[in-house]
């Protein structure tokens, strides 16, 4: 019984494919213009373009607020810092050992 419906799953793929090979046209061969296709791959070369640079603008975001969070508890919100302390090097452990169990779930 599961063969046949396997078989079944199979030989339905392959319609499908080919299906789509001739354009899903009831059977028919349909001609896509090149132009069309043209301006398909432009629009998405355009929203891979766009999503890389708000990433990128997303990223720049984020690090330029950790640096101000940083130096504000750095400072204590006064003009200049107390220089000696590990703060940088502990809140490395403690983002580190979070990123690490974040990714282990």
């Known amino acids: 019984m599961q063969l046949d ?6 030989e ?13 046209s009831m059977g028919k061969e349909v001609m896509i213009p090149q132009d069309m296709i043209h301006q ?3 629009i998405m070369n355009i929203a891979r373009h766009n999503v890389a640079r708000e990433v990128n603008n997303e990223q ?3 690090y330029w607020n950790i640096g101000r969070v940083i130096v504000e508890h750095e400072q204590n919100f006064n003009e200049r810092a107390e220089y000696g ?12 050992q979070t990123a690490r169990h974040c990714l282990a779930n």
């Open 5 to 10: 419906i396997r078989i079944l799953i199979a």
């Open 12 to 24: 339905r793929i392959m319609e499908i494919k080919a299906n789509c090979r001739k354009g899903f």
């Open 40 to 42: 398909i791959k432009e």
């Open 60 to 62: 720049l975001f984020a």
């Open 85 to 96: 302390k590990q703060t940088l090097k502990q809140l490395s452990g403690v983002l580190t």
